[in-house]
């Protein structure tokens, strides 16, 4: 029974095709787009997102340059479990700026932990991962330093691989690698850097990016509803004001989170290569399909992948079966490169918290009282 409720269909695809073409179309143009009624459109999406639990929503990528945020990649090596059930359970949730988290295994044991924190705080996240090793929680860390000019690519799940009837991707690898040898080696563009809007931000902004970042389908009116604000003549038209700025000036990009089990994507890999500049940019461009050149096909799932001073980091999420040809393309590239193997089970996205912003001063709280002492005030 449990496959018959997640078989898809036809009509179901092209919703989530138009769904990663437009994260954020109406069910209005949607229904257009795959020519069905709005109301059987809006009962289909409903039933992948709740029954079928294909769907798992659209979350908003902030724009970080703008929020005057940065993102900083740690790796913690732990060797005892209750060590790393405090760091899962106790310090990811007591950090005000921890983004995601994922158990590791392989070149490190531990935890994977990505922060969104404002800016010039990477040495307070230091001084964090340090006491914590003094402490002996963890046995060391390691900071994945991305180079700052350029700008991290994030590579959407293609679904147009997917063969819902099989329920197998089939995507040509042998095409995909050959392709690779066109692919130029020069630098990548430069990473935009978006003017600051925290001095036009107020608590109503936050709390509402807060909101977006995890659900930016999200109506205005479940967002006034779940934020408890109080009813007043002109709320309605504020809030979808304040939305529309924010949705033009503090998200960069939306991504549709398709649920793992239902696109058998259980196994997700970070790939750290060690390799010349010239490598790590054509992977870059290869991988890079805004700016392909000719008939190359697009990768076909959910990737990370950004530039460091000795290589690259790549962050892919693909079904078990795929993987080896995968690791295959990485070795013939980069052949010196460090493999992770994450937990999918034990993976958590953190939203924006709305209480870290500081309006009457328009920045967010970054003392060391704030980040430090508070985030370990109860470390076992």
């Given at each position: 029974?449990?496959?018959?409720?997640?078989?898809?269909?036809?009509?179901?695809?092209?919703?989530?095709?138009?769904?990663?073409?437009?994260?954020?179309?109406?069910?209005?143009?949607?229904?257009?787009?795959?020519?069905?009624?709005?109301?059987?459109?809006?009962?289909?999406?409903?039933?992948?997102?709740?029954?079928?639990?294909?769907?798992?929503?659209?979350?908003?990528?902030?724009?970080?340059?703008?929020?005057?945020?940065?993102?900083?990649?740690?790796?913690?090596?732990?060797?005892?479990?209750?060590?790393?059930?405090?760091?899962?359970?106790?310090?990811?949730?007591?950090?005000?700026?921890?983004?995601?988290?994922?158990?590791?295994?392989?070149?490190?044991?531990?935890?994977?932990?990505?922060?969104?924190?404002?800016?010039?705080?990477?040495?307070?996240?230091?001084?964090?991962?340090?006491?914590?090793q003094d402490k002996g929680i963890i046995e060391d860390y390691q900071y994945l330093p991305r180079e700052p000019e350029k700008k991290a690519l994030r590579v959407k799940s293609a679904l147009q691989?997917?063969?819902?009837?099989?329920?197998?991707?089939?995507?040509?690898?042998t095409r995909w690698k050959e392709s690779y040898e066109s692919a130029k080696s020069i630098p990548p563009p430069d990473r935009e850097i978006s003017h600051s809007i925290l001095k036009?931000?107020?608590?109503?902004?936050?709390?509402?990016?807060?909101?977006?970042?995890?659900?930016?389908?999200?109506?205005?009116?479940?967002?006034?509803?779940?934020?408890?604000?109080?009813?007043?003549?002109?709320?309605?038209?504020?809030?979808?004001?304040?939305?529309?700025?924010?949705?033009?000036?503090?998200?960069?990009?939306?991504?549709?989170?398709?649920?793992?089990?239902?696109?058998?994507?259980?196994?997700?890999?970070?790939?750290?290569?060690?390799?010349?500049?010239?490598?790590?940019?054509?992977?870059?461009?290869?991988?890079?399909?805004?700016?392909?050149?000719?008939?190359?096909?697009?990768?076909?799932?959910?990737?990370?992948?950004?530039?460091?001073?000795?290589?690259?980091?790549?962050?892919?999420?693909?079904?078990?079966?795929?993987?080896?040809?995968?690791?295959?393309?990485?070795?013939?590239?980069?052949?010196?490169?460090?493999?992770?193997?994450?937990?999918?089970?034990?993976?958590?996205?953190?939203?924006?918290?709305?209480?870290?912003?500081?309006?009457?001063?328009?920045?967010?709280?970054?003392?060391?009282?704030?980040?430090?002492?508070?985030?370990?005030?109860?470390?076992?």
């Amino acid at each position: 029974m449990r496959d018959l409720e997640r078989m898809l269909d036809a009509k179901d695809m092209e919703i989530l095709l138009n769904l990663q073409k437009n994260p954020l179309a109406t069910l209005s143009q949607i229904s257009q787009q795959i020519n069905l009624s709005v109301s059987n459109t809006s009962a289909r999406l409903k039933r992948l997102e709740q029954t079928k639990r294909i769907y798992q929503g659209v979350h908003a990528d902030l724009n970080t340059s703008a929020l005057e945020l940065e993102i900083y990649d740690f790796f913690f090596s732990v060797q005892q479990k209750q060590h790393l059930i405090y760091l899962e359970e106790k310090f990811s949730r007591r950090h005000p700026y921890v983004l995601f988290r994922n158990r590791i295994t392989g070149k490190e044991n531990g935890l994977f932990l990505q922060f969104r924190a404002p800016q010039s705080t990477l040495e307070l996240i230091i001084e964090t991962a340090t006491i914590l090793q003094d402490k002996g929680i963890i046995e060391d860390y390691q900071y994945l330093p991305r180079e700052p000019e350029k700008k991290a690519l994030r590579v959407k799940s293609a679904l147009q691989y997917w063969n819902p009837t099989k329920k197998t991707w089939d995507f040509d690898w042998t095409r995909w690698k050959e392709s690779y040898e066109s692919a130029k080696s020069i630098p990548p563009p430069d990473r935009e850097i978006s003017h600051s809007i925290l001095k036009e931000l107020s608590d109503l902004d936050v709390k509402l990016l807060a909101e977006l970042s995890l659900d930016a389908r999200k109506k205005n009116v479940e967002m006034i509803q779940d934020l408890g604000l109080k009813p007043v003549s002109g709320l309605a038209q504020k809030v979808s004001r304040r939305v529309r700025f924010l949705k033009e000036k503090a998200i960069e990009d939306y991504r549709v989170f398709l649920h793992w089990t239902s696109f058998d994507l259980y196994q997700s890999v970070a790939i750290k290569g060690n390799c010349k500049s010239a490598i790590s940019n054509k992977i870059y461009n290869h991988l890079d399909v805004h700016n392909n050149e000719g008939e190359r096909l697009q990768f076909p799932f959910m990737s990370l992948y950004y530039l460091m001073s000795d290589g690259f980091f790549w962050y892919v999420r693909a079904p078990p079966n795929h993987l080896s040809k995968f690791l295959d393309f990485v070795w013939g590239a980069c052949p010196n490169f460090e493999l992770y193997l994450f937990d999918y089970q034990t993976s958590q996205i953190y939203g924006l918290w709305a209480e870290t912003f500081d309006s009457e001063n328009h920045s967010w709280k970054k003392d060391h009282a704030y980040m430090v002492e508070r985030v370990l005030e109860d470390l076992i």
